[in-house]
């Protein structure tokens, strides 16, 4: 990727992206510090402990929901370790909101009540999710977060991965989010062996393919991830390459989510140009020799 390239995406995220990603894309390649992101991140934060307020952008309503708490975490973790207390105070809220099999829903029913994607507010099933679930307790692991909630979500993990027979790629991808995180390291590689041809069968190798795909890198976001030997070097190369091909002329990427609102698509597609630049640079694909951000501990 040229710098050319690196500067149109620069370019596209001040028109475009949302305060919050464009304090990202500083942190990330701009050497800015991370203060201005956990600024920005609070002000989605509801006094339950949880996200909502269109953190999540096809969530449009101000009261927390599991997914976009989910989402996050997932920046916090960007920024280096998830400050314990913060962690403790969001993990009381998915205590109070998951089932009692310990696992979480990815809405919950006042969804119906507020501004969200069709596919959301019109939802009838509110039971757990092992894709929300294990994504949401691998990053508390990999944070040394400790709480009872993750305990118990811990073992609706292991019952549900145990007994899957198939799944799907936003599933795939919170398993082994989970499996590369949680402490029993003998248990989650015989698993992650056991279910590599099934994850593997859910993502689309193939870079022309076109829609709402997952594709190796989406899975394997980076070159030490758990699932990066699924793949073979060559399919990631193509990957990384269309990855490159798939820039707009205006810098960005198109978001590959179901269009149903203009402000939820707009801000995805700022979401998914800090996504691919993420992975171009760590797979050594972004030209420009741009410094990397200062991870807090």
């Known amino acids: 990727m040229t710098w050319d390239s690196y500067r149109a995406a620069e370019h596209f995220i001040m028109r475009g992206a ?3 990603d464009r304090h990202r894309f500083a942190y990330h390649f701009q ?4 203060g201005p992101v956990h600024t920005a991140l609070a002000a989605y934060r509801n006094l339950d402990g949880g996200y909502g307020n269109a953190l999540d952008p096809d969530l449009r309503g101000g009261s ?3 997914v976009a708490t989910e989402l996050a975490l997932r920046y916090l973790d960007e920024l280096g370790t998830i400050p314990a207390d913060l962690a403790h105070q969001t993990c009381r809220y998915l205590s109070s909101v998951s089932n009692d099999d310990g696992g979480l829903p990815h809405v919950l029913p006042n969804v119906r009540h507020t501004e969200a994607a069709p596919w959301y507010q019109e939802t009838d ?6 894709d929300i679930t294990t994504m949401i307790t691998g990053l508390l692991y990999k944070n040394n977060i400790s709480h009872p909630w993750r305990d118990h979500a811990t073992a609706y993990c292991w019952k549900h991965i145990d007994a899957l027979q198939w799944t799907d790629p936003h599933e795939a991808i919170g398993i082994c989010s989970f499996l590369q995180h949680v402490p029993d390291r003998v248990r989650a590689t015989a698993t992650m062996k056991r279910l590599s041809t099934m994850i593997r069968a859910v993502i689309d190798v193939h870079p022309r393919a076109t829609g709402h795909v997952h594709t190796p890198l989406d899975l394997a976001c980076n070159p030490d991830h758990i699932a ?3 793949f073979t070097d060559a399919e990631i190369e193509r990957n990384l390459e269309a990855f490159e091909r798939q820039q707009r002329p205006d810098g960005g990427w198109d978001a590959h989510w179901d269009h149903w ?3 939820a698509t707009i801000e995805r597609e700022g979401m998914r140009t800090i996504q691919r630049l993420r992975i171009l640079r760590v797979y050594g694909r972004l030209a420009p020799d741009l410094p990397r951000p200062r991870r807090t501990s």
């Open 18 to 20: 949302r305060l919050i």
């Open 31 to 34: 050497t800015r510090t991370a």
């Open 64 to 66: 927390s929901q599991p």
């Open 125 to 130: 099933d509110f039971s757990s999710a092992l």
């Open 228 to 230: 990066r030997p699924l």
């Open 261 to 263: 609102d203009t402000a």
